[in-house]
């Protein structure tokens, strides 16, 4: 089951602390890096943050986690994480499928790592191409990938 989070609840935003945590430190392993900016944000982070969270639970237990802005039409997919114990079980893609359904806008866009080939082949099976490349001062090659959606 899908449903919006409220981060600014104190107990909910740890939830999503987790949920990134476990996820972000696969990542990090994935794309060989020791230092990953997104393992980096706190709780308090996530409680304060301004974007929006949409949460995927199996049998009560929040699996994870998609967070997305949105501005003047624009959907940008800020964070996507799965806890590696609900890996391959397709529920990223449950969950970009949701959000590409109920939110309304022309044009949705996202950055992952280079190195990050399941996460860059996902967004491709939802119809994103990527539109750019380049190195960030943490020194992580990134791309980003864009769709746009005729409303």
Not at 131 to 151: C, E, N, V
């Amino acid at each position: 089951m899908i449903q919006k989070l409220d981060n600014f609840n104190k107990e909910i935003a740890k939830q999503i602390f987790t949920v990134f945590q476990n996820s972000y430190k696969v990542e990090a392993q994935l794309i060989g890096t020791l230092d990953f900016p997104p393992l980096l944000r706190s709780a308090k982070d996530i409680e304060n943050s301004k974007t929006l969270f949409y949460g995927f639970f199996e049998n009560e237990c929040l699996a994870a986690i998609i967070e997305i802005a949105i501005e003047d039409k624009r959907l940008e997919i800020n964070s996507l994480t799965v806890d590696p114990s609900y890996f391959r079980k397709g529920i990223a893609n449950q969950l970009i499928s949701h959000i590409l359904e109920v939110i309304d806008f022309s044009e949705a866009i996202v950055e992952t790592a280079v190195a990050n080939i399941p996460a860059i082949n996902l967004y491709k099976k939802h119809g994103f191409v990527e539109f750019k490349r380049w190195t960030p001062s943490h020194g992580i090659q990134k791309l980003a990938m864009s769709i746009d959606y005729a409303l």
